[in-house]
């Protein structure tokens, strides 16, 4: 939390409207209040057992949306071309005096408990859909982080110092820049890796042969390939 609050700290100050997306890790009081201090709204996904107060009742979302809300209580909302029953409510919850909490399930889904997915956003002028479009801006921030843990090694790594962690986190930028923007054209990260270890083992095949074309004894290739 207080590397977060650092972090967001380090902001520029929003010249408009701006906010800070997080995932459900960082519903802290803290992070939001230094987000309001440094002019940003947030917008975050909310885990369901946390507490609201929905006409003074004191309840955790997982239990309201099962006991209270039903079919005429919710909107139909279109977000990127997938339907979702969305719930507003605007009031306290634990840590934060007043922000929008918005409940939605998949239409196919709805009142499934598993399918809930609950959502703050410290903007209360913010229309439902607007907040939901908005958190979805963060699905391109998910996929990069499951890049850097399975093809980037960040999933793997030792380092417990600050120091080695930035220069680790300097490294992979550098290595996603160069999949995406550095190989002729711009392109996806995953083609870009695709074609870079293509053009790798095209060199290490292309290096095998030249030394098998001069006669290079394969004891001593071994040596040059390990």
Same mark, same amino acid.
């Given at each position: 939390?207080?590397?977060?609050i650092?972090?967001?700290?380090g902001l520029?100050?929003?010249?408009?409207?701006?906010?800070v997306?997080?995932?459900?890790?960082?519903?802290?009081?803290?992070?939001i209040?230094?987000?309001?201090?440094?002019?940003?709204?947030f917008?975050?996904? /909310?885990? %369901?057992?946390? $507490?609201?107060?929905?006409? +003074?009742?004191?309840?955790? *979302?997982a239990? @309201?949306?099962?006991?209270?809300?039903?079919?005429?209580?919710?909107?139909?909302?279109?977000?990127?071309g997938?339907?979702?029953?969305v719930?507003?409510?605007?009031?306290k919850?634990?840590?934060?005096?007043?922000?929008?909490v918005?409940?939605?399930?998949p239409?196919?889904a709805?009142k499934?408990?598993?399918?809930?997915?609950?959502f703050?956003?410290?903007d209360t002028? /913010?229309d %439902?859909?607007? $907040?939901?479009?908005?958190? +979805?801006?963060?699905?391109? *921030?998910?996929? @990069?982080?499951?890049?850097?843990?399975?093809?980037?090694?960040?999933?793997?790594?030792?380092i417990?110092?600050?120091?080695?962690?930035?220069?680790?986190?300097?490294?992979?930028?550098?290595?996603?820049l160069?999949?995406?923007?550095?190989?002729?054209?711009?392109?996806?990260?995953?083609?870009g890796?695709?074609?870079?270890?293509?053009?790798?083992?095209?060199g290490?095949?292309?290096?095998?042969?030249?030394?098998?074309?001069?006669?290079?004894?394969?004891?001593?290739?071994?040596?040059?390939?390990?």
């Amino acid at each position: 939390i207080d590397y977060a609050i650092e972090l967001i700290g380090g902001l520029p100050v929003p010249e408009t409207r701006s906010y800070v997306l997080t995932d459900s890790w960082y519903t802290n009081g803290k992070i939001i209040d230094a987000c309001a201090e440094r002019g940003y709204h947030f917008i975050e996904a /909310l885990k %369901t057992n946390r $507490i609201i107060y929905p006409q +003074g009742i004191h309840i955790g *979302i997982a239990e @309201f949306a099962a006991k209270y809300i039903e079919k005429p209580d919710v909107d139909l909302v279109t977000v990127n071309g997938s339907e979702y029953y969305v719930y507003r409510y605007e009031g306290k919850l634990n840590g934060v005096d007043n922000a929008v909490v918005l409940l939605s399930w998949p239409t196919t889904a709805f009142k499934n408990p598993k399918a809930l997915k609950a959502f703050i956003c410290t903007d209360t002028t /913010l229309d %439902t859909l607007t $907040i939901l479009k908005y958190y +979805g801006q963060r699905w391109c *921030i998910e996929t @990069f982080f499951g890049q850097s843990k399975d093809t980037l090694g960040f999933g793997k790594y030792q380092i417990r110092s600050i120091k080695g962690i930035e220069r680790l986190w300097t490294i992979m930028s550098l290595c996603h820049l160069l999949c995406t923007r550095g190989l002729g054209s711009n392109m996806s990260f995953g083609d870009g890796v695709r074609l870079l270890r293509k053009d790798i083992l095209r060199g290490r095949i292309s290096f095998i042969y030249q030394h098998a074309q001069n006669g290079t004894p394969i004891e001593i290739l071994y040596d040059l390939c390990s």
